[in-house]
């Protein structure tokens, strides 16, 4: 039987939960692997929460007009970092209360990496309140769980980027997903690797941004499956319909 507790929330992307990095999983002998003993690292950015940080507030409170106080009214959820409230602030150049796609590159970027417009837009799609009206704009409230989020992924990137390149290889690549619970097997991080690469999976490696892409494509993917691997054999049967309504999503052009 195939152990999913390690994954962490059995909900999936884009329908209802928002994405997180899972905390470290015990060590386990079943299926789709196990974690090592090591902690998981503490965010490395100023605006981050600690590991305790509280979960995302319900969904109205992401809203840009907030409580009926006329439109342009942010509201952010209770605690938010300051530094993450100007971040937001600095790219909502209309005072709408949301950002767009490009508004959102350019928040991310400035605060950790330059993210292509492929990864803005995946994440974009994980994290968006599938009940918003708007799903091609991220309020407040999601905005402030992608911060926080992201200050782990750079946390767990910066742990297995030993030589500070800026860069992780296939085997830095393998151990990190490792210690998000997913013991993805060498021939897919050959696949995952010269999907970034040029089609070349030999000396390639990753950047911050694609390593967010990846891992988010990789957990994604994972508990899309574990909706159909009802028995946790770590296999499952689908139809083609079936499979292509799970894997389209995550295609982002």
């Known amino acids: 039987m195939a152990d999913y507790n390690r994954y962490g929330s059995s909900s999936s992307y884009g329908y ?38 509280p979960p995302p507030p319900p969904p109205h409170m992401g809203m840009g007009m907030g409580m009926g106080m006329g439109p342009g009214f942010v509201v952010f959820p209770p605690g938010t970092h300051p530094d993450i409230e100007r971040a937001f602030r600095a790219v909502d150049r209309d005072g709408s209360g949301s950002i767009d796609e490009r508004e959102l590159q350019d928040a991310l970027s400035s605060a950790y990496h330059r993210f292509s417009i492929r990864t803005v837009r995946l994440l974009m799609f994980l994290f968006n309140n599938p009940a918003s009206h708007s799903p091609s704009r991220m309020g407040p409230a999601e905005f402030v769980s992608l911060w926080n989020c992201l200050g782990q992924w750079r946390g767990i990137f910066d742990r297995y980027d030993r030589d500070r390149s800026g860069k992780i290889d296939s085997d830095e690549l393998r151990e990190a997903l490792r210690s998000l619970g997913y013991a993805v097997p060498p021939p897919v991080i050959e696949v995952l690797i010269a999907n ?44 083609y319909d079936g499979f292509l309504s799970m894997v389209i999503p995550f295609i982002v052009p």
């Open 196 to 239: 970034y690469n040029n089609g070349m999976s030999r000396c390639g490696a990753l950047d911050f941004d694609n390593f967010v892409e990846c891992g988010m494509i990789v957990k994604g993917l994972t508990e899309k499956f574990k909706e159909k691997d009802t028995r946790y054999t770590g296999s499952a049967t689908l139809s």
């Open 16 to 53: 209802g939960s928002t994405p997180s990095a899972p905390p470290a999983p015990p060590a386990s002998a079943y299926g789709y692997g196990s974690a090592p003993s090591a902690p998981m690292p503490t965010p490395s950015y100023a605006g981050a929460y600690p590991p305790s940080y």
